[in-house]
């Protein structure tokens, strides 16, 4: 516990007790005893924070930033842009990435289609030309097969020419038959899985070009006010390194962080009165409830600015809530916190 600042109140409680005593006093009703003054079993110094803790706004890209739409004390909502950095070269990567998209969608329709309907006229058309020049073929190979045999009125040469040309054209006729075949034909399950593989492919691609490039836009996480801005346009920015381009506070209500001495723990209690205290408040006194005890002990932050108060001291960090202030309250303003004690601890 802070006993100098105890020893104060002790102070300040007799003097107003002295002076008490030399005004004339009004005897209580019959039947009621004067009502006890609220006992003080501790103080703590704190500072003033919004509804939650102040939320740096920082890219997680390294770049240079772009724009930064909002000033000091701008109302910002959840989801808002705050901020932009320059992403060219990301907006070109997302729009390859779609183009890749749209080529391999269009690749599995053309498979599952089995080609368009003049490809597949095409082929029918090469195929029956392939057989008519076989059913030639064939012709011509019988002749020449007839003349030779009917006192070799054609040389040997002609017919096996003819036997020549007739294999090829049936060749060429089973090739074409072939094709026209495929063109009508469904496509085979391997050939649509690695289409449809394709098409994931760079569908996923396409999504993370996309969401690297949104990482360009810094957007508040909360409703609150812009509390400070740091950074400009032209800034540059380093993931590794990062510093905050604002800082944003949700201010819709109040609440007192407060450092409880290690000496002091087991005096906290959830639901206790605290009366608050600043140079700020122009002797007004605010009032809250103890809402919220840490778990762990941590080094101290708040300085009173008292040479003889140790900085190395372990506290325990309590939040109080501030229903009604009443006054203009500041972000970070230094306070002063008398917990009270419980009714049954009187």
Not at 54 to 60: C, F, G
Not at 174 to 188: D, G, I, K, N, S
Request: net charge neutral; aromatic share 2%.
């Amino acid at each position: 516990m802070n006993r100098r600042i105890l020893g104060a109140i002790a102070v300040m409680t007799g003097v107003a007790g002295a002076l008490a005593s030399t005004r004339p006093t009004t005897p209580p009703p019959a039947g009621k005893a004067p009502a006890a003054a609220p006992r003080a079993v501790l103080s703590a110094p704190g500072r003033i924070e919004g509804a939650g803790t102040a939320v740096e706004l920082m890219p997680p890209l390294d770049g240079t930033i772009r724009t930064v739409l909002v000033s000091e004390g701008s109302h910002v909502r959840a989801g808002q842009v705050v901020a932009r950095l320059e992403c060219a070269d990301l907006e070109a990567d997302r729009r390859a990435a779609e183009g890749r998209t749209l080529e391999a969608r269009a690749a599995l329709a053309r498979l599952l289609r089995g080609g368009r309907d003049d490809a597949q006229a095409e082929a029918m058309a090469l195929a029956a030309a392939a057989e008519a020049r076989a059913n030639k073929a064939a012709l011509d190979l019988e002749r020449a097969t007839r003349l030779f045999d009917d006192d070799k009125i054609v040389p040997r040469a002609i017919v096996d020419e003819a036997e020549r040309n007739a294999r090829v054209a049936k060749a060429d006729l089973e090739a074409a038959r072939q094709r026209a075949e495929v063109a009508r034909a469904e496509p085979l399950d391997q050939d649509r899985a690695v289409a449809e593989a394709a098409v994931r492919s760079a569908s996923w691609s396409e999504r993370a070009a996309a969401e690297r490039l949104a990482k360009c836009a810094v957007v508040s996480p909360i409703d609150g006010v812009v509390l400070r801005r740091y950074l400009d346009p032209g800034a540059r920015v380093v993931a590794w390194s990062p510093r905050p381009i604002v800082t944003v506070a949700d201010l819709s209500s109040y609440r007192a962080r407060i450092e409880v001495d290690e000496r002091d723990v087991g005096l906290v209690r959830i639901g206790q009165r605290v009366e608050i205290t600043a140079d700020g408040f122009a002797g007004a006194t605010l009032h809250g409830v103890v809402s919220q005890i840490g778990s762990e002990m941590g080094r101290k932050h708040v300085r009173s600015g008292d040479p003889a108060d140790k900085a190395d001291r372990d506290v325990l960090e309590a939040i109080v809530t501030l229903p009604s202030p009443g006054v203009r309250l500041v972000v970070g303003l230094r306070v002063t916190a008398i917990v009270l004690a419980d009714d049954d601890d009187r």
